[in-house]
T-cell receptor
Framework: GESVGLHLPTLSVQEGDNSIINCAYS??????FIWYKQESGKGPQFIID?????DKRQGQRVTVLLNKTVKHLSLQIAATQPGDSAVYFCAEPSGYSTLTFGKGTMLLVSP | DGGITQSPKYLFRKEGQNVTLSCEQN?????MYWYRQDPGQGLRLIYY???????QKGDIAEGYSVSREKKESFPLTVTSAQKNPTAFYLCASSISAAAHSYEQYFGPGTRLTVT
């Protein structure tokens, strides 16, 4: 989602629910995408990646879906836990070795 | 333990002073990056280096300078010319620019406050 200044898009879920975080990307030629998780006051951590020759990739409790037709990525987190509360960023290549990061979505998990 | 270290975690400076943020990695990565993050915002690229003794400006390089004299180290200087230096600064590294390895590994960040 797009940034609204100081306010990040926020998704609030109950513990145990499934979460879906969305990301629109801009470059139809992008061939690789990454999802990062950033907990408050810490650096981002890699969650999962996907190449453009795939539509879906699964990790542990996470699934990334890629829809190249509409340039859309989603991150699905199964059985969301309080420890999943964080800001989630998608990223795509922007140059030879650089990434462009989305504005981020805050996930809040209540017990 | 392999990883990226940034120090200090919190840094306070008076306006008009230059300040240098440290970033060290022992992952044997060729490429290193500096990002700035403001509240509620994504990461914006300041400078990056694909190899020792070489670096390129990112999207918001004005008011910053870097050096890459050693593979392990990529210090960032926030100069007095930077108009809004208060922010959270993140350093990252990746295996090799030549390998088109885009996955970046991040340090814990330095929160700089300038008053």
């Amino acid at each position: 989602g797009e940034s609204v200044g100081l306010h990040l898009p926020t998704l609030s879920v109950q513990e145990g629910d499934n979460s879906i975080i969305n990301c629109a990307y801009s470059n139809s030629a992008s061939d690789y995408f990454i999802w990062y998780k950033q907990e408050s006051g810490k650096g981002p951590q890699f969650i999962i990646d996907i190449r453009s020759n795939m539509d879906k990739r699964q990790g542990q409790r996470v699934t990334v879906l890629l829809n190249k037709t509409v340039k859309h990525l989603s991150l699905q987190i199964a059985a969301t836990q309080p420890g999943d509360s964080a800001v989630y960023f998608c990223a795509e290549p922007s140059g030879y070795s650089t990434l462009t990061f989305g504005k981020g979505t805050m996930l809040l998990v209540s017990p | 333990d392999g990883g990226i270290t940034q120090s200090p975690k919190y840094l306070f400076r008076k306006e008009g002073q230059n300040v240098t943020l440290s970033c060290e990695q022992n992952l044997n990565h060729d490429a290193m990056y500096w990002y700035r993050q403001d509240p509620g915002q994504g990461l914006r690229l300041i400078y990056y280096s694909q190899i020792v003794n070489d670096f390129q400006k990112g999207d918001i390089a004005e008011g910053y300078s870097v050096s890459r004299e050693k593979k392990e180290s990529f210090p960032l200087t926030v100069t007095s010319a930077q108009k809004n230096p208060t922010a959270f600064y993140l350093c990252a590294s990746s295996i090799s620019a030549a390998a088109h390895s885009y996955e970046q590994y991040f340090g814990p960040g330095t929160r700089l406050t300038v008053t």
